[in-house]
C-alpha cells in the first residue's frame, strides 16, 4: 500500500510555455503533499505544502505565481510550472502523507523537466 | 548553509558485510530522523526513524544509531546483499517542521 505516481515521468518544453505535473495517490487518501525540487548532485528541497482544499504553504524563495499547486482532492495535486525557462530545468518529486503528525511521506517516481 | 550533511556520496561493500551510513546534522532543534532508500527511476521510500529519546532502533537488517552530543546518526547494514544497492537519503525534522534532506550516498553492494 501507499503507492503513490506522477505523470509524466519526464517532459521537454520550450522557454515560454506551462507544463503542469500530476500527483496522485493511489491507495490512500493524502490530507497533506509536498513538492520538491532535485538538482543534480543536490539534496531533495521543499518547495511546497499543500493540503487538501486550502492554498498551498510556499517555502522561502519559491514564487508561487511561478509555481501553481492545486490540491483538490484528497488524492491529487498539481504543480504547473508557468511561463518555465531553462533556469526551472529540474528533478521535481512530490510525496504524499494522511496528514497525521510526523506521518510518513510516501513519494512518487518523479518528473525530470527540460526546457529548452 | 546544508543543515544536514552526507559526506560520502558512495560506498561500496561486499555482499554479506556490514554497510554503515553516515549523516550529520547542525540544527539542535531537529527531533526526528529518517532514511530513505531510493533505486533509480523510482521515489525515495521510508525505510527507518528515530526520534531524539531514543540512541538505536532496529529493524531486521538495518539499525540506526543516533548520538545527539555529536549531532550525528548512522544507518548499519548488515548483513548487506546486493538488493540493498540503491542511494539513501538521510532526513531530519525539528517539530513540525519540514524534513531537511541530505545529498544522499549511493551504496553498491558487490555480490
Known amino acids: 500500500g501507499a503507492v503513490v505516481s506522477q505523470h509524466p515521468s519526464r517532459v521537454i518544453c520550450k522557454s515560454g510555455t506551462s507544463v503542469k505535473i500530476e500527483c496522485r495517490s493511489l491507495?490512500?487518501?493524502?490530507?497533506?503533499m509536498f513538492w520538491y525540487r532535485q538538482f543534480p548532485k543536490q539534496s531533495l528541497m521543499l518547495m511546497a505544502t499543500?493540503?487538501?482544499?486550502?492554498?498551498?504553504?510556499?517555502e522561502q524563495g519559491v514564487e508561487k505565481d511561478k509555481f501553481l499547486i492545486n490540491h483538490a482532492s484528497l488524492t491529487l495535486s498539481t504543480l504547473t510550472v508557468t511561463s518555465a525557462h531553462p533556469e526551472d530545468s529540474s528533478f521535481y518529486i512530490c510525496?504524499?502523507?494522511?496528514?497525521?503528525?510526523?506521518?510518513?511521506?510516501?513519494f512518487g517516481p518523479g518528473t525530470r523537466l527540460t526546457v529548452l | 548553509d546544508q543543515q544536514v550533511k552526507q559526506n560520502s556520496p558512495s560506498l561500496s561493500v561486499q555482499e554479506g558485510r556490514i554497510s554503515i551510513l553516515n549523516c550529520d546534522y547542525t540544527?539542535?532543534?531537529?527531533?526526528?530522523f529518517l532514511w530513505y532508500k531510493k533505486y533509480p527511476a523510482e521515489g525515495p521510500t521510508f525505510l527507518i526513524s528515530?526520534?531524539?529519546?531514543?540512541d538505536k532502533n532496529e529493524d531486521g537488517r538495518f539499525t540506526v544509531f543516533l548520538n545527539k552530543s555529536a549531532k550525528h546518526l548512522s544507518l548499519h547494514i548488515v548483513p548487506s546483499q546486493p538488493g540493498d544497492s540503491a542511494v539513501y537519503f538521510c532526513?531530519?525534522?525539528?517539530?513540525?517542521?519540514?524534513?531537511?534532506f541530505g545529498k544522499g550516498t549511493k551504496l553498491t553492494v558487490n555480490p
Open positions: 491507495d490512500f487518501q493524502a490530507t497533506t
Open positions: 528515530i526520534s531524539s529519546i531514543k
Open positions: 499543500s493540503n487538501e482544499g486550502s492554498k498551498a504553504t510556499y
Open positions: 540544527n539542535s532543534m531537529f527531533d526526528y
Open positions: 532526513a531530519s525534522q525539528g517539530g513540525s517542521e519540514k524534513l531537511v
Open positions: 510525496s504524499a502523507s494522511r496528514g497525521a503528525w510526523r506521518d510518513t511521506q510516501y
